[in-house]
């Protein structure tokens, strides 16, 4: 009784790391990573389990007390076993090579999303320590908090205002990396309203562990109604409010801008808006080196 209960503990504390995870997708991308991630583990658990079981099968047939098992001291070479040894390892290596190759060009990031609903446009840039998002076509703004309307596909453009980051929302799939002097692509769906965590998957410093955003999934409807309600509150982003965002800060609160300089994305892409100071504010050694 004692040891069933211990089991019980030992997987619901080993499953309890799934939810909110890569494993409990809620949009197309997240799902066909996860499927990537299940392929795999079962072609490598078909080669695995069988060469355990035969291991053990081995180990008992030879064992001293079996009289019937043959002692063949001079046994050298076998062309069956040597065509078993070597063809399994390498159906499996094709077959999870095939597996990986073919799943990771459907979900590449660059690729868009199939859908009827026009996507959302959202320009992203990474900064010493909080996620800054720029909707273009709304023309509003807003740090380490991103809302989305369900059910519409998502077109991210992500820079870096200095150190390199990675983005990445487990239950939405992808991460990709944030470069300074370079835009990346990713487009993620999230087909049911709801909250999910995102986060840098990259160290970038002394306040990295509190680098992390809400992403607020929410009907269309009310996707409007915040597009609108942010209209009317906050600061204009701009050149100067940038510069005043872009300095050093850590675990800072969620906060909107009610408007946004045209072409703000584009400047902050060059070197002239780019924290350059934030560049070396502890960052390791070697990203300050590769600087």
Known sequence: MRYGLLAVLIGAATLGGCAEGVL????????????????SLG????????????????AFWFRASNERARYRPNFVYSGRLELLVWSIPAMTVFLVGGVAWVGSHEVSPRKPIASNVTPLRVQVTSLDWKWLFIYPDQGVAS???????????????????????????????SQIYTMAGMVTRLHLQADQPGS???????????????MYFNVEAVAPEKFAEWVDATRNVGMELNATTYAQLAKPSAAVTPFTYRSVTPGLFDSIRVSDMQSGGAMSHGSPASMRAEK
């Open 24 to 39: 409990d997708p809620k949009g197309p991308i997240a799902a066909a990573d996860r499927q990537i991630l299940l392929n």
């Open 43 to 58: 072609i490598m658990l078909a080669i695995v389990i069988p060469v355990i079981v035969a291991t053990l099968g081995v």
């Open 143 to 173: 740090v380490n908090y991103l809302a989305i309307p369900a059910g519409t596909p998502v077109s991210f453009e992500l820079t870096s205002s200095g150190v390199m980051n990675s983005f990445f929302v487990p239950q939405l799939g």
């Open 196 to 210: 999910f965590r995102g986060m840098s998957a990259q160290y970038s410093g002394e306040g990295f562990a509190d």
